[in-house]
């Protein structure tokens, strides 16, 4: 299984993320984001998500 990250979280690789539930499940209507270098992720769309590398 893939990391889950919480939103907010610096210095994650740079690539594609989607958001997943607290436990990595899949979410409707998922946010997605692209991150460069040194980035900081995003907020999720919901308290308790967090964020998979595609």
């Given at each position: 299984m893939a990391k889950l990250i919480p939103p907010g979280t610096d210095n994650q690789p740079a690539g594609k993320y989607i958001e997943?539930?607290?436990?990595?499940?899949?979410?409707?209507k998922p946010h997605n984001a692209t991150l460069d270098p040194g980035d900081r992720l995003p907020p999720t769309s919901k308290e308790g998500?967090?964020?998979?590398k595609k």
């Open positions: 997943v539930g607290p436990q990595g499940g899949v979410v409707k998500n967090k964020w998979k």
